[in-house]
């Protein structure tokens, strides 16, 4: 099965900085990459995702870059503030032109994003 | 109203007992989950669902069960209660026509085993 993991695990920035965390997996087939957000008391929520065919997509101040020849993709957080304070997980997927997976999911373990004012 | 709906929000149990955590969807969508998730371990599928007649196992089915009563209905089971089922509970969801193929989270479920 897939093995994925996010590095940092914690990460702590200060109000205006960038904050940036790598997600590495190991299925070379896997050709979705989302990040999603979890704030406290709620659910994950998709915050952005890229496909294989692309090597970056921007969404205001967040980013994801994807290196399919590393196996690994990054979420990039830029002017940080408080409310992005949360954990965000990576969930890289094998999926076909459908949507459907070939297998199980698996979420990456998590970071922990502080942003002090 | 929530999308994806889980309830009881929070439940206390003893050891031994049969509990059912229930999932309702208003999205359409014909792929239900449940996870579990842990600190430090973030989340694991327990099952999955691409319809009302397909279940299948995810990494960590032992001391679970499902029912897919509707396609907008997925339940998990803990058939004999024990602590270490102790943790947060999600639901998802997710469509077949979406690609990309992200999903939908409820706002979980907290268990306690004592």
């Known amino acids: 099965g897939e093995n994925v993991e996010q590095h940092p695990s914690t990460l702590s920035v200060q109000e205006g900085d960038s904050a940036v965390i790598k997600c590495t997996y190991s299925?070379?087939?896997?050709?979705?990459f989302p990040w999603y957000k979890q704030e406290l008391g709620k659910g994950p929520q998709l915050i952005i995702d890229?496909?294989?065919?692309?090597g970056e997509k921007k969404d205001q101040r967040i980013a994801v870059t994807l290196n399919k020849t590393a196996k690994h993709f990054s979420l990039h957080i830029t002017e940080t503030q408080p409310e992005d304070s949360a954990v965000y997980f990576c969930?890289?997927?094998?999926?076909?032109?459908?949507?459907?997976?070939?297998?199980?999911?698996?979420f990456g373990q998590g970071t922990i994003l502080t942003v002090h004012p | 109203d929530a999308d994806v709906t889980q309830t009881p929000r929070n439940r206390i149990t003893k050891t031994g007992k049969r509990i059912m955590l229930e999932c309702s969807q208003t999205?359409?969508?014909?792929?239900m989950y449940w996870y579990r998730q842990d600190p430090g371990l973030g989340l694991r599928l327990i099952y999955y669902?691409?319809?009302?007649?397909?279940?299948n196992k995810g990494e960590i089915s032992d001391g679970y069960s499902v029912s897919r009563q509707a396609q907008a209905k997925f339940s998990l089971s803990l058939e004999s209660a024990i602590p270490n089922q102790t943790a947060l509970y999600f639901c998802?969801?997710?469509?077949?026509?979406?690609?990309?193929?992200?999903?939908?989270f409820g706002p979980g479920t907290r268990l306690l085993v004592l």
């Open positions: 999205k359409g969508h014909d792929r």
């Open positions: 890229i496909r294989s065919n692309v």
């Open positions: 998802a969801t997710s469509g077949v026509s979406a690609v990309p193929w992200p999903q939908y």
């Open positions: 669902s691409f319809d009302v007649k397909d279940i």
């Open positions: 299925d070379s087939a896997s050709n979705y």
């Open positions: 969930a890289p997927q094998r999926a076909n032109a459908g949507g459907t997976s070939y297998g199980k999911l698996t």
